[in-house]
């Protein structure tokens, strides 16, 4: 599986960013696709994730409420849009597949999913 995620960039705070994340390959494994960041100095933490099947969705308790993911299965696709930005919303963001589903899948382990994009730079300001 490879994933091209796109459409980070520089936003003022409360405006609105939507990354994508465009999944190739053998797609029909994928479980579950989710979206972790990385700020400057700090380790990853996760955003938010997606069962693939169902739309269940999961989010961190810093993003809920402003970002919502979404996917889309005929284009294997999964969307994060991000509203009302704040500064501290500033980090690399990264997609991430899970092929795993049942008990092993835990959204918000990063352990727990085995493909990863190469990252999208998104920029809040103050």
């Known amino acids: 599986v490879q994933l091209q995620a796109s459409g980070g960039g520089l936003v003022q705070a409360g405006g609105s960013l939507r990354l994508s994340c465009a999944a190739s390959g053998r797609t029909s494994i994928i479980y579950a696709m989710g979206w972790f960041r990385q700020a400057p100095g700090k380790e990853r933490e996760f955003v938010t994730s997606i069962r693939w099947s169902s739309s269940t969705s999961y989010y961190s308790d810093s993003v809920k409420g402003r970002f919502t993911i979404s996917r889309d299965n005929a284009k294997n696709t999964a969307n994060l849009q991000m509203n009302s930005l704040k500064p501290e919303d500033t980090a690399v963001y990264y997609c991430?597949?899970?092929?795993?589903?049942?008990?092993?899948?835990?959204?918000?382990?990063?352990?727990?999913?085995?493909?990863w994009g190469q990252g999208t730079q998104v920029t809040v300001s103050s």
């Open positions: 991430a597949a899970h092929t795993i589903g049942g008990t092993y899948y835990q959204p918000s382990n990063s352990n727990r999913y085995g493909y």
